[in-house]
């Protein structure tokens, strides 16, 4: 048996408990989106809708082709990527003005405060 073949089965006989590692794989998806240094363009986004995409047909493919223990890992890909999704379109969805410049709530008259 190959290294990849046992590896496959490995990740089979692991079927019934695999589904646990969803919610990881979402987080990481999130955590991976919040570590960014800006937001990302459009162009990307659609590639991440595209790329997700891709990896479903993939983990189908391989499930019916008989491997399943790879279809999981490629689904747990998939789930990182809509974890990233989910949380851009959360920030989209509750995004707010930002003011242009530097508001402070108290006033430098006052006794004690910026003295």
């Given at each position: 048996?190959?290294?990849?073949?046992?590896?496959?089965a490995r990740l089979e006989a692991l079927n019934g408990r695999l589904m646990l590692f969803a919610?990881?794989?979402?987080a990481g998806g999130i955590g991976w989106y919040f570590s960014l240094s800006r937001e990302p363009g459009s162009a990307l986004w659609i590639g991440l809708v595209a790329a997700m995409l891709m990896l479903i047909a993939l983990a189908s493919g391989l499930r019916r082709g008989g491997q399943a223990g790879f279809s999981f890992a490629v689904a747990g890909l998939a789930l990182v990527i809509a974890g990233m999704l989910l949380a851009g379109l959360r920030t989209e969805l509750t995004r707010a003005p930002v003011l242009g410049f530097r508001h402070h709530a108290f006033d430098s008259d006052v006794p004690g405060i910026g003295q």
């Open positions: 048996m190959t290294p990849l073949a046992a590896l496959s919610p990881i794989c979402l």
